[in-house]
């Protein structure tokens, strides 16, 4: 079984930074890519980063020039270092990765989300 574990959020000031972790586990022949969402309350879930296994990245508009996304393959981690944060930051983290197990066909993962607090 594959789970997706996110750690690194909580509350931080504006201009403040943090970094996120997302940390694949389980019986995993390859992955795909890994992708970052967020969500804030009254807001559907949008995509904020994503890297490719050959390290290519995209990032949306809000968040470019602020955060980096990066990926350890020897140990399937990824990575958000957020900088310069803002308020509008503030919303519940998502990993998500797209994996294909050992035995198993390609299937969509989710980590169960870390809060992100960006205020005075």
């Known amino acids: 079984q594959v789970q997706l574990v996110e750690s690194g959020g909580g509350l931080v000031q504006p201009g403040g930074s943090l970094r996120l972790s997302c940390a694949a586990s389980g019986n995993i022949f390859s992955i795909y890519y890994m992708d970052w969402y967020r969500q804030a309350p009254g807001n559907q879930r949008e995509l904020v980063a994503a890297?490719?296994?050959?390290?290519?990245?995209n990032y949306a508009d809000s968040v470019k020039g602020r955060f980096t996304i990066s990926r350890d393959s020897t140990k399937n981690t990824m990575y958000l270092q957020m900088n310069s944060l803002k308020p509008e930051d503030t919303a519940v983290y998502y990993c998500h990765a797209r994996i294909r197990p050992i035995g198993i066909p390609l299937n969509d993962y989710w980590g169960q989300g870390t809060q992100v607090t960006v205020s005075p």
């Open positions: 890297i490719t296994s050959g390290g290519s990245t």
